[in-house]
């Protein structure tokens, strides 16, 4: 299976900073990479797809980058709904494959 | 407006069996593939299965290949997981998950609200 493994685990951040989380995929997926937010107690919610792809109705401060091995997502400006886990999932392969997750917390 | 509502969740012993469902409203079911995604608690995600929108192609995650089946009735707009010999490691809060419409997109665009199994004695 191939192995997502992002970083960093969890980083604490201020509203109005730039956050970025890396997501590295064992091997080349091309750009099969979504990106998720969860909220404690709620389900996942798709943000990016194509790895860079935004969804419908997700802010633009939220953007997506890379391909290959590599990718980036980046929120321009946190604001307070924004702290949250991240999750990046590649579906290059059938078996779908989840990182562990990113937590962002406030400073 | 896309729902997804899963039910079936609750405690079961070791060894034991479940069945959970996935009603689905809002959207042609019959035209998406659709899967099962877990959450161990205060774990991450873990995808647990997929079925194509005729059924003819079904994939499982190793963790559950040969105890879990995945079913589904385009008639009713109902998604099923039936899980067998569960273990303690099978904790968790299952979602159901739709597969996005645009080709080769195998990323999930809407989830349920899940369900939570607690295998134990």
């Known amino acids: 299976a191939i192995r997502m493994t992002q970083s960093p685990s969890s980083l604490s951040a201020s509203t109005g900073d730039r956050v970025t989380i890396t997501c590295r995929a064992s091997?080349?997926?091309?750009?099969?990479l979504a990106w998720y937010q969860q909220k404690p107690g709620k389900a996942p919610k798709l943000l990016i797809y194509?790895?860079?792809t935004l969804q419908s109705g997700v802010p633009s401060r939220f953007s997506g980058s890379g391909s290959g091995t590599d990718f980036t997502l980046t929120i321009s400006c946190l604001q307070s709904e924004d702290f949250a886990t991240y999750y990046c999932?590649?579906?290059?392969?059938?078996?779908?494959?989840f990182g562990q997750g990113t937590k962002v917390e406030i400073k | 407006e896309v729902q997804l509502v899963e039910s079936g969740g609750g405690l079961v012993q070791p060894g034991g069996s479940l069945r959970l469902s996935c009603a689905a409203s809002?959207?042609?079911?019959?035209?998406?593939?659709m899967n099962w995604v877990r959450q161990a608690p205060g774990k991450g995600l873990e995808w647990v299965s997929y079925?194509?929108?005729?059924?003819?192609?079904?994939y499982y995650a190793d963790s559950v290949k040969g105890r879990f089946t995945i079913s589904r009735d385009n008639a009713k707009n109902s998604l099923y997981l039936q899980m067998n010999s569960l273990r303690a490691e099978d904790t968790a809060v299952y979602y159901c998950?739709?597969?996005?419409?645009?080709?080769?997109?195998?990323?999930?665009?809407?989830w349920g609200q899940g369900t939570l199994v607690t295998v134990s004695s």
């Open positions: 091997q080349g997926i091309s750009s099969y």
């Open positions: 809002g959207f042609t079911f019959s035209s998406y593939s």
């Open positions: 998950a739709r597969d996005s419409s645009i080709p080769a997109g195998y990323f999930f665009d809407y």
């Open positions: 999932q590649q579906y290059y392969s059938y078996l779908r494959t």
């Open positions: 079925i194509s929108s005729s059924s003819s192609t079904i």
């Open positions: 194509a790895a860079s």
